[in-house]
Nanobody, 125 residues
Framework: QEQLLESGGGLVQAGGSLRLSCAAS????????MGWFRQAPGSEREFVAA????????AYADSVKGRFTISRENAKNTVYLQMNSLKSEDTAVYYC??????????????????WGQGTQVTVSS
């Protein structure tokens, strides 16, 4: 099954930027839809962004639209989340996920089959 590993989390000041990476197992790119979700303490896991591996179609949550950008690099089997203009409300554990239904661009957590371990993002104000 697919193995996902997130990296790039850390502490950043409000207004700053951070880029998260999600490395998938295998030497070749997969055909899955890839998503980023986040979960703050005491909150439900929420959708952030998603991208279709083939074609590159994207979707974003309204709360991050215009600030975050999701992308993929086929040669490295890696998905990125570029986060700009960070706010304290962005503080959460960020998870990378893969949806085997690669033809779709879904935004609910229960639609995704594989998950990374999460990486902490803390935005100080």
């Amino acid at each position: 099954q697919e193995q996902l590993l997130e990296s790039g989390g850390g502490l950043v000041q409000a207004g700053g930027s951070l880029r998260l990476s999600c490395a998938a197992s295998g030497r070749t790119s997969n055909r899955y839809t890839m998503g980023w979700f986040r979960q703050a303490p005491g909150s439900e896991r929420e959708f952030v962004a998603a991208i279709k591996w083939i074609g590159g179609n994207t979707a974003y949550a309204d709360s991050v639209k215009g600030r975050f950008t999701i992308s993929r690099e086929n040669a490295k089997n890696t998905v990125y989340l570029q986060m700009n203009s960070l706010k304290s409300e962005d503080t959460a554990v960020y998870y990378c996920a893969a949806d085997r239904s690669w033809a779709l661009l879904r935004t609910t957590a229960d639609a995704y089959n594989y998950w990374g371990q999460g990486t902490q993002v803390t935005v100080s104000s």
